[in-house]
T-cell receptor, first 119, second 109 residues
Framework: SAVISQKPSRDICQRGTSLTIQCQVDSQVTMMFWYRQQPGQSLTLIATANQGSEATYESGFVIDKFPISRPNLTFSTLTVSNMSPEDSSIYLC????????????????FGPGTRLTVL | KNEVEQSPQNLTAQEGEFITINCSYSVGISALHWLQQHPGGGIVSLFMLSSGKKKHGRLIATINIQEKHSSLHITASHPRDSAVYICARRKTSGSRLTFGEGTQLTVNP
């Protein structure tokens, strides 16, 4: 299995500011993902964080709003830029095992989430 | 129709009861995941299965590939089992997860 930690666990931010969320995995993983969960909703995939290259964004999400970094196989950041109250959500980091890695292939793990409130 | 449907949406039980949460999906899968989300928001991966049955402690997950149906059972339920249980399917080995809407379970003492 993999243990994923996220920082911060929660934050309250002002409209127009930006917040960077950090995600650390305790073992090397092939794929890392960022999800958003709006109140009362299921998880929505924002993007796949690719190591050493630009993230792959899902429809409706853009790099200018949600820039993502992944400098190595265990760490990623998601920035929520120019925030508005509509960005108030739980943001979850996730990691998936790949072929030959320390985690079972296709097993997917999730972090504890970052609960963001934008005023 | 959602690709992944869970039932019931909400479930209230008394401590000690046997609980079943159901998940149906509309297309074939490579894997079916059961996840647990506590009020703080963090998600724990409970099971990943592609056939048969898996057991971990008081939790049992089963899947019927032909019927495109999976169940999560909790034996001897406890208030600490209170959480949202989410079913998610992966269509092919490289594809993304598709999530159900979740089942809110409340176990009263």
């Amino acid at each position: 299995s993999a243990v994923i930690s996220q920082k911060p666990s929660r934050d309250i931010c002002q409209r127009g500011t930006s917040l960077t969320i950090q995600c650390q995995v305790d073992s090397q993983v092939t794929m890392m993902f960022w999800y958003r969960q709006q109140p009362g909703q299921s998880l929505t995939l924002i993007a796949t964080a690719n190591q050493g290259s630009e993230a792959t964004y899902e429809s409706g999400f853009v790099i200018d709003k949600f820039p993502i970094s992944r400098p190595n196989l265990t760490f990623s950041t998601l920035t929520v830029s120019n925030m508005s109250p509509e960005d108030s959500s739980i943001y979850l980091c996730s990691a998936k095992g790949g072929a030959g890695g320390p985690i079972q292939y296709n097993e997917q793990f999730f972090g504890p989430g970052t609960r963001l409130t934008v005023l | 129709k959602n690709e992944v449907e869970q039932s019931p949406q909400n479930l209230t039980a008394q401590e000690g009861e046997f609980i079943t949460i159901n998940c149906s999906y509309s297309v074939g899968i490579s894997a079916l995941h059961w996840l647990q989300q506590h009020p703080g928001g963090g998600i724990v991966s409970l099971f990943m299965l592609s056939s048969g049955k898996k057991k971990h402690g008081r939790l049992i997950a089963t899947i019927n590939i032909q019927e495109k149906h999976s169940s999560l059972h909790i034996t001897a339920s406890h208030p600490r089992d209170s959480a949202v249980y989410i079913c998610a399917r992966r269509k092919t080995s490289g594809s993304r997860l598709t999530f159900g809407e979740g089942t809110q379970l409340t176990v009263n003492p």
